[in-house]
């Protein structure tokens, strides 16, 4: 005799069925109640194990070892759901920084920014940039983003300025920031005394359509003052700010800090797919095909 689980491989398709369990020809028939997510109240019995004698809705050990492995969860303290293997990492060394589930990590006020089938969505109200809480300096960066709709409106990454105080109203002008915006391939700078176009070396044009969606690598190295961008695959632009070194004069400095996705103007801005290497090994495009 063994202990074990009187039940019936039907039951599992209505575990709040009580059901009526044959076991061996000269022992009794007994009832049991199978109560999800609460193995402490699934009632067991003893089974005689004789395959010459058993009848054919009899549990077998192999059967009875099957529906054991099913129950484990339960035992656990875990609904009984297939358990799906993680996504395999698309960029070798970088990390997830935005999870497409909640803002962990990141200042988004509210006003502006939500969560739509994965992607963080920037429009309307009084913030224009979701920053990271972390800061960087020398980093690889890869997103997909789009604009949805465009209204005349444009895409955009900053970094390397100062730390905003107020996420509802985050300090953008005169602020110091680095600003690049795919997928055309533009920059911007926003140090004091006033923000102005900022001259680099496009080595390819992207595309004027913003609304599809499209993946960008930015590399950064602040100790070089260095930044090199690729869309869908294609190196567009690299720059190489006058003044890598200096950390102190506002007109002129570069400092790690965080990293923000812009909301600009009247359009609808989205994110996703958010991955970081911080200190990056390697200085090359990942990407780049």
């Known amino acids: 005799m063994i202990t ?4 019936s491989l039907g039951h599992l398709a209505n575990p709040w069925k009580e059901s009526a369990l044959l076991t061996h020809d000269d022992h009794p028939r007994r009832k049991a109640w199978i109560l999800p997510n609460r193995i402490d109240q699934i009632a067991t019995t003893q089974i ?4 010459m004698k058993t009848k054919s809705n009899l549990i077998g050990l192999p059967a009875l070892a099957a529906l054991l492995y099913q129950l484990a969860p339960l035992a656990l303290g875990q609904p009984n759901t297939p358990v799906n293997p993680p996504e395999p990492n698309p960029y070798p060394g970088c990390v997830r920084i935005f999870n497409g589930a909640s803002f962990e990590g990141w200042e988004a006020d509210r006003s502006t920014w939500t969560i739509t089938n994965g992607a963080m969505r920037g429009v309307g109200g009084t913030s224009r940039l979701a920053y990271t809480k972390a800061d960087y300096g020398s ?15 444009h895409l955009g990454v900053l970094f390397w300025g100062d730390r905003p105080t107020d996420p509802a109203k985050p300090k953008i002008d005169n602020a110091g920031w680095i600003q690049f915006m795919p997928p055309f391939a533009g920059m911007w700078d926003y140090h004091p005394p006033k923000h102005h176009n900022l001259p680099f070396q ?29 869309v869908d695959g294609i190196e567009l632009a690299r720059y190489t700010h006058p003044t890598p070194r200096e950390r102190q004069d506002p007109e002129k400095r570069i400092i790690a800090g965080p990293i923000g996705m812009f909301r600009h103007g009247g359009g609808a801005s989205e994110y996703r797919d958010i991955y970081l290497e911080a200190n990056p090994k390697e200085d090359r495009l990942i990407t780049v095909r």
């Open 4 to 7: 074990g689980l009187e039940t």
């Open 48 to 51: 005689d194990v004789f395959p």
């Open 139 to 153: 980093f690889r960066l890869i997103f997909t983003a789009r604009m949805n709709p465009v209204n005349g409106d």
């Open 202 to 230: 496009k080595l390819a044009p992207g595309s004027k359509d913003s609304t599809k969606w499209c993946t960008t690598e930015i590399l950064c190295d602040l100790e070089k003052g260095t930044m090199r961008t690729a």
